[in-house]
């Protein structure tokens, strides 16, 4: 067997989410000023509109579209997405891994909507071309538990009727995204910027803020998901001022890493980084035939949450391997999603350096040779 390889990756690697803060960050970088404040301080307020600020600037968001930070992360923001504009239109759910069915679940199961639901395998994408377009449309941009993600936004139709709902907790920084196909977008700070979990992050486009504006749900709405006030948007949510209370901690940690992203160049530049990322884990499963992608497809693989095969290993063995690789300090938590294939996710966002993703290789190795 061969030994343990030199080279360590400077920060392991986490299955789902980036492996340490952004290089270079440490706590007193962070502007402390805010915390221990009230978040409805005149400095509470200007620090959250200041992490909303730069929200759009990195996302390039137009300003049709609204940012809000709200509670309960990506599963918040996308439930309270749910719970206040469904039902005005028929539903279609789309699911090819984990999240988008506990979408369907929250759909068939809680809201008991009836809607039509299209699946596929895990590592395959479901055909777009059957989604009609007249109903409300559910949906992630990049499953993080299968590694596929939908190719692009030319299947979202222009003059589409519903509404598209998009789940993009780890695509945002690591796509550039067609804004004008997204009317709801949510995500969490602690996928590809690396940041402090809590909060999702809610993104409205003016058909989605018309339909909060026109259409009332049967259900009653708990406090943390009312969006609206007297039948008009509550626009303070998108300002800063927030319908409960946020860690000013967390919102610190967000803005460091908006800032670092910044300075690397930006949406293009985390774009860069990722893709980098990717490529360098593609050339790694390239050279070893007993390595493979679990989306075959190059099109519609995640560039952030990367899913792989390993011939003739079950789920006993893919647990021995990255507790080995937990042990030498290696990689965390990177056997793949419990519902999914056998297989290990590594996480190729931003944060990540290529030089990481490239000293991982031979560790691999190592890990299978010591589990055979």
Request: charged share 25%; aromatic share 8%.
């Given at each position: 067997?061969?030994?343990?390889?030199?080279?360590?990756?400077?920060?392991p690697?986490?299955?789902?989410?980036?492996?340490?803060?952004?290089?270079?960050?440490s706590?007193?970088?962070?502007?402390?000023d805010?915390?221990?404040?009230?978040?409805?301080?005149?400095?509470?307020?200007?620090?959250?509109?200041?992490c909303?600020?730069l929200m759009?600037?990195?996302?390039?968001?137009?300003?049709?579209h609204?940012?809000?930070?709200?509670?309960?992360?990506?599963?918040?923001?996308?439930?309270?997405?749910?719970?206040?504009?469904?039902?005005?239109r028929?539903?279609?759910?789309?699911?090819?891994?984990?999240?988008?069915?506990?979408?369907v679940?929250?759909?068939?199961?809680?809201?008991?909507?009836?809607?039509t639901?299209?699946?596929?395998?895990?590592?395959?994408?479901?055909?777009?071309?059957?989604?009609?377009?007249?109903?409300?449309?559910?949906?992630?941009?990049?499953?993080?538990?299968?590694?596929?993600?939908?190719?692009?936004?030319?299947?979202?139709?222009?003059?589409?009727?519903g509404?598209?709902?998009?789940?993009?907790?780890?695509?945002?920084?690591?796509?550039?995204?067609?804004?004008?196909?997204?009317d709801?977008?949510?995500?969490?700070?602690?996928?590809?910027?690396?940041?402090?979990?809590?909060?999702?992050?809610?993104?409205l486009?003016?058909?989605?803020?018309?339909?909060?504006?026109?259409?009332?749900?049967a259900?009653?709405?708990?406090?943390?998901?009312?969006?609206?006030?007297?039948?008009?948007?509550?626009?303070g949510?998108?300002?800063?001022?927030?319908?409960?209370?946020?860690?000013?901690?967390?919102?610190?940690?967000?803005?460091?890493?908006?800032e670092?992203?910044?300075?690397?160049?930006?949406?293009?530049?985390?774009?860069?980084?990722?893709?980098?990322?990717?490529a360098a884990?593609?050339?790694?499963?390239?050279?070893?035939?007993?390595?493979?992608?679990?989306?075959?497809?190059?099109?519609?693989?995640?560039?952030?949450?990367?899913?792989l095969?390993l011939?003739?290993?079950?789920?006993?063995?893919?647990?021995?391997?990255?507790?080995?690789?937990?042990?030498?300090?290696?990689?965390?938590?990177i056997?793949?999603?419990r519902?999914?294939?056998?297989?290990?996710?590594?996480?190729?966002?931003?944060?990540?350096?290529?030089?990481?993703?490239?000293?991982?290789?031979?560790?691999?190795?190592?890990?299978?040779?010591?589990?055979?």
């Amino acid at each position: 067997m061969t030994d343990k390889p030199h080279v360590r990756p400077a920060r392991p690697f986490f299955s789902s989410g980036p492996c340490a803060k952004p290089p270079g960050w440490s706590p007193d970088k962070l502007q402390l000023d805010s915390l221990g404040r009230s978040h409805r301080s005149k400095l509470g307020k200007a620090r959250l509109a200041h992490c909303i600020d730069l929200m759009r600037e990195m996302l390039q968001l137009p300003d049709t579209h609204r940012i809000g930070i709200v509670p309960g992360s990506d599963t918040g923001a996308y439930e309270m997405a749910m719970w206040t504009m469904l039902g005005a239109r028929p539903v279609t759910a789309l699911a090819w891994e984990s999240f988008g069915e506990g979408w369907v679940t929250d759909a068939v199961k809680q809201l008991k909507l009836d809607p039509t639901v299209i699946r596929a395998d895990y590592g395959q994408l479901p055909d777009l071309s059957q989604v009609d377009w007249s109903h409300d449309v559910l949906f992630t941009w990049n499953g993080t538990t299968s590694g596929v993600r939908v190719p692009n936004g030319e299947w979202i139709a222009a003059d589409r009727q519903g509404l598209s709902f998009a789940d993009a907790t780890s695509a945002v920084f690591a796509y550039d995204l067609p804004w004008d196909k997204i009317d709801v977008a949510t995500f969490s700070w602690q996928k590809v910027l690396g940041g402090e979990g809590a909060h999702g992050v809610l993104i409205l486009g003016p058909r989605a803020v018309e339909r909060l504006e026109s259409y009332t749900p049967a259900w009653p709405l708990p406090k943390v998901f009312r969006l609206t006030s007297k039948g008009k948007l509550s626009e303070g949510i998108f300002k800063g001022e927030t319908i409960n209370t946020p860690s000013m901690l967390a919102v610190e940690d967000a803005i460091f890493a908006l800032e670092w992203a910044r300075g690397l160049g930006g949406l293009q530049g985390l774009i860069a980084r990722s893709d980098a990322n990717a490529a360098a884990l593609d050339r790694i499963v390239e050279q070893r035939e007993w390595l493979s992608h679990l989306a075959a497809d190059p099109a519609i693989r995640s560039r952030t949450s990367v899913c792989l095969t390993l011939e003739s290993a079950d789920e006993a063995r893919i647990k021995r391997m990255a507790a080995l690789l937990d042990a030498e300090d290696v990689a965390y938590d990177i056997a793949g999603y419990r519902d999914a294939p056998p297989g290990l996710r590594i996480w190729c966002g931003a944060t990540v350096d290529t030089s990481d993703i490239e000293a991982l290789g031979p560790w691999l190795d190592w890990a299978r040779q010591h589990t055979a």
